[in-house]
């Protein structure tokens, strides 16, 4: 069998191929970032070895139609995080990079670890839509405490009393807003004064488009994993992070894979007769920042988490390892939660309609009739989907 090692990018991706067994070589090419590129690299692939396995660097906004059309060609695929690329890299003879050394450094990153220590590609267009609106909701966050930023520097030259009286964060408050707007028509006209009311009004729109846009999150939740937000500390935006961030649970083979892409999993740094384990920085922060705040919560709320972690530091944890502890027990807990059946599919087992509310606020993508032309000489055809 061989691996095929892919370093995606916009408008073209490198492949390169080595066998499975000893690492060496098999072949290498260049294609095009297109429905024609897509279908020679399975062509390529198919012409290499009966059995092949590709080894996709995970940069979904690069990656996922070359994802999508692999899978519809029934091709097995995997996705490698870029720090494993990266080390994989470090340990290669030539020097220097490239798009064609990057292709092999994935390649032979799945070759050293397994096949099997790879989550599998899958496609959950649900998970999409609500990743896509939660990062949208993060850029606006991001536009919000910028303008903030800018308004207090203005507020400070204009009016030092007020903006000493504003406490962080009460800026996001449409209250505050209209304190500081009443304020402001009482200054005289100027250049700061304009600017200051036109950052005002500003935030107010976006801070509307904030709240539009969880209100969507929490709707799309509902619709697709209710069961999420029955458990405490897990809100529509936390839920949101564990679907989009997750992008289809059935990637990972078991609770410790789902656990090692959360950040979760233990590290052993033991020495001697001393046994312990440290913080995992590793995995997807997003996701293990969700599994913090249920953590939090529960730990200030909960009396049943409050007892188990009374517990951990009575066996010799510190606060912070306990803390830990709790957390991998949410990844468990959490991956039990994402794995169950969804919502649409038990009710169209069941054989009832499926009305969602949220059905009218998920785009439907139109699907070209014929994005990519079958091939003869496969058992299955292949369609791109994106």
Not at 166 to 191: F, T
Request: net charge positive.
């Amino acid at each position: 069998m061989i691996v095929i090692g892919a370093d995606t990018h916009k408008g073209s991706h490198a492949l390169a191929a080595v066998d499975e067994g000893t690492g060496r070589v098999r072949g290498s090419r260049e294609i095009k970032a297109d429905d024609a590129g897509h279908l020679a690299a399975v062509r390529w692939a198919r012409g290499l070895d009966a059995g092949r396995v590709w080894a996709i660097e995970d940069c979904r906004a690069c990656s996922r139609r070359l994802e999508q059309a692999l899978l519809a060609a029934g091709e097995r695929v995997v996705r490698v995080p870029p720090h494993r690329m990266g080390a994989s890299r470090k340990g290669e003879r030539e020097l220097g990079k490239s798009d064609q050394i990057d292709a092999l450094a994935v390649s032979r990153a799945v070759v050293k670890d397994g096949v099997e220590q790879f989550p599998v590609a899958y496609l959950d267009e649900r998970a999409m839509d609500i990743r896509l609106l939660l990062d949208h909701r993060q850029d606006l966050i991001a536009e919000r405490t910028r303008t903030v930023n800018r308004l207090r520097w203005h507020l400070l030259g204009l009016c030092p009393e007020l903006e000493r009286s504003i406490k962080r964060g009460a800026l996001n408050q449409s209250r505050v807003l209209d304190r500081v707007d009443r304020v402001l028509r009482k200054l005289p006209a100027g250049a700061r004064v304009r600017i200051a009311r036109e950052q005002v009004s500003a935030i107010r729109g976006v801070t509307r488009q904030i709240d539009q846009l969880q209100a969507e999150l929490l709707e799309l939740v509902k619709a697709h994993r209710p069961q999420l937000l029955t458990e405490m500390g897990c809100g529509a935006v936390v839920a949101a992070i564990l679907i989009g961030h997750t992008a289809g649970v059935k990637q990972f083979r078991k609770p410790s894979s789902f656990g090692l892409q959360t950040g979760t999993a233990p590290i052993p740094c033991s020495s001697g007769q001393r046994t312990q384990h440290r913080l995992n920085r590793g995995g997807d922060r997003q996701l293990n920042h969700a599994l913090h705040i249920v953590a939090i919560t529960r730990a200030q709320r909960d009396p049943a988490t409050k007892a188990y972690l009374l517990r951990k530091e009575a066996e010799g944890k510190t606060t912070k390892g306990a803390l830990r502890s709790l957390k991998r027990h949410l990844a468990r807990r959490f991956y039990k939660l994402l794995a169950e059946p969804l919502l649409e599919d038990l009710q169209a087992a069941n054989g009832n309609p499926i009305t969602e509310p949220h059905a009218a606020a998920i785009p439907q993508r139109p699907r070209p009739q014929a994005a990519i032309e079958q091939i003869t000489t496969a058992p299955c055809p292949m369609v791109c989907l994106g």
